[in-house]
């Protein structure tokens, strides 16, 4: 008998995540696999840039099903999301609902599938910042608190879990799926437009991204972030793909840097490809420091707390905090050479999606 799986995505970070999962239970289905997938995008993300340019890049499929909730707060967001897959629900009913991540649509579809008494399964479970007054940390408090099934990408997650009272035969330590979804597609990684366009080379110039609202909401907070980085780098271009979010407050806070290149969002190979060949990556991001750590890349997290310790005791991460008086001496060490090199963390390898899927079969198997 065939067993439905209901795949959530609804922002960018999700995309390269269930993209290897698609990938391992498509290949298993050629295999003979009974089991199917419904995917289903809650439409939290909708703009191009954001969300569908990812689907085309990565080759993931058109959605069975599109929530279309659009813009609102995150309060707002929730509510649509969870009525509407409620909706979809009673209407055809999974097998087991698959989350992702940490963002809005993660948390809603949890809620929605337990009141209809559908398991779910959260992939990266147990991650944690401490830090509440971030929205994904709280989206992530909930969804392991109600989720049947953690897939974890650390030992640091796991233990997370354990300490919140998680079985162990619920952890189900797998890896990065994200991490997978970049190694098969490296080799697709390609020049952005503003490579050639103002003469970029390699490891001579920085990537920056920034969207957390403690770093972009007030304007002075912001202000003074961006001209503390580019005043830091010594007069190398810094190349700033700016969110939504950002872009907002930016308009209000005068004449930006003449180092800081503003552009849109890109693709996932063009951003990539920017990365891959940076002197560093400053961001706020906890995916990007992931990211990273693979491509060997220095990585500079402005945040006072990560819910990716790996990224630091292991890889290529190092947390500068959000006080731009402090960020130089971070800076002086990468410019003489003294950055660390990292490792690649356990089970990073590209295969965390085909042992999602080893599990989910037996899971669905009971």
């Known amino acids: 008998m065939e067993r439905t799986i209901d795949i959530i995505a ?24 009974r ?40 309060a707002e967001q929730a ?13 055809d009913r999974s097998d087991l609902c698959l989350v992702v991540g940490d963002v809005t649509s993660t948390m809603a579809c949890a809620i929605s599938a337990q009141k209809c008494r559908v398991p779910v399964a959260h992939v990266e479970a147990g991650i944690r910042s ?3 007054t971030m929205p994904e940390e709280i989206n992530r408090l909930v969804t392991d608190a109600i989720s049947n099934f953690y897939f974890t990408t650390s030992e640091f997650a796991n233990a997370n ?36 366009r103002i ?25 003074t972030l961006i001209r503390g980085i580019a005043k ?35 693709g ?33 997290t402005v945040r006072d707390s990560t819910e990716r310790p790996e990224t630091i005791a292991l890889g290529t991460n190092v947390m500068i905090g959000t006080e731009a008086s402090k960020f130089e001496p971070h800076f002086t060490r990468l410019f003489a050479g003294q950055w660390k090199k990292g490792q690649v963390p356990p089970l990073w390898d590209g295969h965390a999606g085909e042992r999602i899927v080893k599990h989910l079969e037996c899971i669905l198997a009971e």
Request: charged share 20%; hydrophobic share 40%.
């Open 232 to 266: 830091c780098v010594r007069g190398r271009a810094v190349i700033f793909p700016v969110h939504p979010r950002t872009a907002r407050k930016l308009a209000g806070i005068g004449e930006i840097p003449s180092n800081l290149h503003l552009i849109e969002p890109m």
């Open 161 to 196: 879990l354990r300490q919140n009272g998680a079985d162990e035969k619920q952890i189900l330590f797998v890896g990065n799926t994200m991490i997978d979804t970049l190694l098969k597609h490296r080799p697709q990684f390609r020049r952005p437009e503003i490579w050639d």
């Open 199 to 223: 003469g970029l080379r390699e490891s001579g110039y920085f990537v920056l991204t920034i969207h957390r609202p403690s770093n972009v909401d007030d304007e002075k907070t912001l202000n």
């Open 130 to 132: 401490g830090d509440w």
């Open 79 to 91: 509510g649509a999301i969870m009525v509407r897959y409620e909706r979809a629900l009673a209407l």
């Open 10 to 33: 609804g922002a960018r970070p999700n995309f390269m995540k269930v993209a290897a999962i698609i990938d391992a239970i498509s290949a298993a289905a050629a295999r003979g696999s």
């Open 268 to 300: 996932y190979f063009e951003f990539n490809f920017l990365v891959e060949h940076a002197m560093a990556v400053i961001t706020d991001s906890g995916g990007i420091t992931e990211e990273a750590t693979v491509l060997g890349v220095p990585c500079m």
């Open 35 to 74: 089991l199917r997938f419904r995917l289903i995008h809650t439409g939290q993300h909708y703009d191009r840039n954001m969300s569908a340019s990812f689907f085309d890049q990565l080759g993931i499929p058109q959605p069975n099903l599109n929530l279309e909730v659009g813009s609102g707060t995150a």
